[in-house]
């Protein structure tokens, strides 16, 4: 089992940053790929980043490309997605999530959610 909760969360001008955190728990965490997700309202759930525990392989999506960043705390328990130059376009519900299979960008193939924390980016 993975227990995943995010923070960070808020609201923004275009232009802005935020950085969200994705706090990981359970005896099988570490063995689980950290990805980001987002679901604006009335969208499908779209893939953001995703990278490995030991920080060595990453993956993103094209629109965000350049402009966000994750990556692995210290303490090897929390994973952050770092926002730069956010867009009104990015305004969403972002999910952390985990999975055991590699390089997938499909939300079907993550077994553990958290709940969700909103950003929104005003123009």
């Known amino acids: 089992q993975v227990q995943l909760v995010e923070s960070g969360g808020g609201s923004v001008q275009a232009g802005g940053s935020l950085r969200l955190a994705c706090a990981a728990s359970?005896?099988?965490?570490?063995?689980?790929?950290l990805g980001w997700f987002r679901q604006a309202p009335g969208g499908k759930r779209e893939f953001v980043a995703a990278i490995t525990w030991s920080g060595s392989w990453t993956l993103y999506a094209d629109s965000v490309k350049g402009r966000f960043t994750i990556s692995v705390g210290n303490a090897k328990d929390t994973v952050y997605l770092q926002m730069n130059s956010l867009k009104p376009e990015d305004t969403a519900l972002y999910y952390c999530?985990?999975?055991?299979?590699?390089?997938?960008?499909?939300?079907?193939?993550?077994?553990?959610w958290g709940q969700g924390t909103q950003v929104t980016v005003s123009s």
């Open positions: 999530a985990a999975t055991i299979s590699a390089s997938s960008r499909d939300f079907r193939d993550y077994n553990y």
């Open positions: 359970g005896r099988s965490a570490g063995r689980h790929i």
